[in-house]
């Protein structure tokens, strides 16, 4: 989804955040642990390692558990076998959604993907049904009391974003995957924190949702994915109105 409506979602989404605490600490270790088995266990050698490890302090994820995942992926302590799976389907009115996994049992994962969809007036699709319309890139919503858009374009834009979209009362800047990292310590170096940071599917063909009920509907089904253990992100091409947003 854009930036715009992202930014809105994710308010939303803030006040059941302390609920999902626990689901938080669960994926940010898996992510940890990914992260130390594919470049090694040092957060200053290993970019990906060090956002994680940045993310897992950023959300007060105590600093024994950060090390148990980083030793799990450097093989120092045993730990199950991660995949990194997604899948693709259609919500209420056709919305696309990408959901991205991490499990040790995909055939768990994708039977559970299945039920959510099914459970909330959607389906599974075929791989690249959906995310042929999506793009990979870095995405940092910052509410614009932060910093003035002038001063977060120069601070981005020098080191590698592509674009930064004045939304009124938040920033979105846009990046390559490869500038990712230092796009966000970049911010970091600023103390600008942004609302939302991540590797995100940003769709070219937005589908707007007028409708209150199926907007409703629309984040039910992102709630019900998103409450699943495997279940790391959701991304949908939805653009939904904010004053139909509770």
Known sequence: MSGHSKWHTTKRHKAVIDAK?????????????????????NPETNSRLRTQVDKARGANMPADNIKRAIQKGTGEIPGVVYEEITYEGYGPAGVGLIVEVTTDNKNRAAAEIRQAFGDNGGNMAQTGAVSHSFQRKGQFLIGSSQMGEDALMELVLEVGAD??????????????????????????????????SEIAYITSVPMPVTDAAVAKQVFELIDALEALDDVKAVHGNHEIDEKLIG
């Open 21 to 41: 605490r626990g689901k938080i600490f669960s994926n940010l270790a898996k992510e940890i642990t990914l992260a130390a088995r594919a470049g090694g266990g």
């Open 163 to 196: 674009d930064v979209v004045n939304h009124g009362d938040h920033f979105e800047v846009l990046c390559a995957v490869a500038s990712y990292d230092v796009v966000a310590k970049a911010l970091q170096g600023k103390s600008v924190k942004p609302e939302s």
